[in-house]
């Protein structure tokens, strides 16, 4: 589905048509092994399906650059042994595409790992007249479009007792310019419900108008999820 005549939704990532660029967001590689250390026994099959979903995309359009939006690692204050495995697998099974790697606020020590393939950290990217952040902070010169990724947005869907909670990307305003935040690529963080929780971005002070895109998962790991439009954000909360 567009967001506009450059920009379209794929999965849980963008594309962006013209440079031939994937944008994803808050993979939080490692995720698994830090809720394992807390008790939580989570199978550690995340990776694979990462991968999978990957492959799927690159099987559908042309891509020669990828954006990681920032929070590519899970851990705050360490760098734990899936995340050097998984992330340094990652880059490399990547390895014939141009890589910009956003640092996020997940990403303060994800430095070493970086330069294991050469790469370097930015804060934000420009491409054209977009420019990529991670949106845990709000930087200047931004481009007349903005994407950002940090909130991981999704929207909580209630049938009888029953609720399940959806990943979604939203599209507005922040001041003059077009604003587009980014759910997680990682199933495990479908992160806020923006209809009832408060928001963490700085970019997010109001929403009421925002337009919300949501992914509707394929049972099938092997098909992309569908993406539905829901409306503004002020209309679904009168429904």
């Avoid at 954006?67 to 992330?87: A, P, R």
């Avoid at 390895?95 to 790697?101: G, L, S, T």
């Avoid at 479009?145 to 939203?170: D, V």
């Avoid at 209809?195 to 098909?223: A, C, T, Y």
Wanted: glycine share 4%.
């Amino acid at each position: 589905m567009k967001l506009n005549n450059n920009i379209e939704i794929i999965d849980l990532a963008l594309y962006l048509v013209k440079e031939k660029t994937l944008v994803i967001s808050d993979l939080h590689i490692g995720i698994e092994e830090s809720l394992n250390k807390q008790g939580v026994l989570i199978p550690r099959s995340q990776f694979n399906d990462l991968l999978n979903k990957l492959k799927l995309i690159l099987n559908k359009v042309e891509i020669k650059k990828i954006v990681f939006n920032g929070d590519l690692k899970h851990e705050f204050g360490e760098i734990s042994k899936q995340e050097w495995n998984n992330i340094l697998s990652l880059l490399d099974f990547l390895q014939d595409k141009e890589i910009i790697i956003i640092k996020g606020n997940h990403d303060p020590i994800l430095k070493p790992i970086a330069n294991k393939r050469n790469l370097k950290l930015v804060d934000k990217y420009d491409i054209d007249d977009i420019t990529i952040l991670h949106g845990d902070k709000i930087l200047e010169n931004l481009n007349k479009t903005i994407i950002i990724g940090h909130e991981h947005p999704a929207i909580s869907l209630k049938k009888g007792i029953r609720q399940e909670k959806y990943s979604c990307f939203l599209k507005g305003k922040y001041k003059n310019k077009e604003l587009i935040v980014m759910p997680s690529f990682n199933l495990l963080t479908h992160g806020t419900n923006v209809l009832k929780e408060n928001l963490l971005s700085p970019f997010l002070d109001n929403i009421e108008n925002f337009e919300v895109f949501v992914l509707e998962p394929e049972e099938d790991l092997n098909n992309l999820s569908k993406t539905l439009y829901f409306g503004k954000i002020n209309d679904i909360r009168k429904l």
